[in-house]
């Protein structure tokens, strides 16, 4: 009977130790894992310290590129104010601020149903023939019969280039900013500008005419009037 009731305590004794060792191989896998999630933890929290670091540079950057942009739009627009105060001057010398010199001289009546294309090419064949006074009025009539057709911005840019072709630098002037403050969605804008700016360097006004110039380096960066604007700002001292 003593017999048996040892064997049993062993055994009791023996699935004890095993249970006990089966809880610490748990309690050590419960620790591993612990740790691991602790270190994991850990490695969040500095990736999460650096984003907040690089969120914190970052804000620092467009806080500075704000105040950047504020001063290049304070340039740009003193910029502007000069270039309006010069035009303002120049339509004074010219008579009374007219827009298009010449443009009240010219209300023509006319019979009939007009066609704007034709009447359009009609004055562009007298420009291609170099009568740029009759050129001239024939756009100007154009403009005062059709003032806002496909046509109206190129026939404003037409009228510059006759002032430019003779030599009337400051007519032509005020002529390319009818096209630019006229027709502002226009496809002669860019080309308007440089002329613009040739008009001023033509007569001594070099810092007009570098303002136009990077002016339309900078709104059409990757045009052919940009790269004519890059040559005519080498050639000013």
Known sequence: ????????????????????CQALNQINSDVTTLKSEVANLKRDNQNLQGLRKEVA???????EMGGSLQALRGRVDENQHTVDKNLKEIKTRLGGGQTSPGATALVTPSAG??????????????????????????FLKFLQQFPQTEYSDNA??????????????????????????????GNKVPDALVKQGVCFKAIGDNDNARIIFQRVIDKYPNS??????RKELQGIS
């Open 57 to 63: 540079n970052l804000s620092v950057q467009v806080d």
């Open 224 to 229: 052919s009037q940009a790269e004519m604007a």
């Open 1 to 20: 009977m003593k017999t048996k009731s040892l064997r049993l305590l062993l055994l009791a004794l023996s699935l004890l130790g095993f249970t006990a």
């Open 113 to 138: 149903p007009l066609d704007s294309e034709e009447i359009y090419n009609d004055a562009y064949r007298i420009f291609k023939e170099g009568r740029y006074a009759e050129a001239r009025a024939a």
């Open 156 to 185: 404003q840019f037409w009228i510059g280039e006759t002032y430019l072709k003779e030599s009337k630098n400051e007519e032509a002037i005020i002529a390319f900013e009818d096209v630019v403050k006229k027709y502002p969605q």
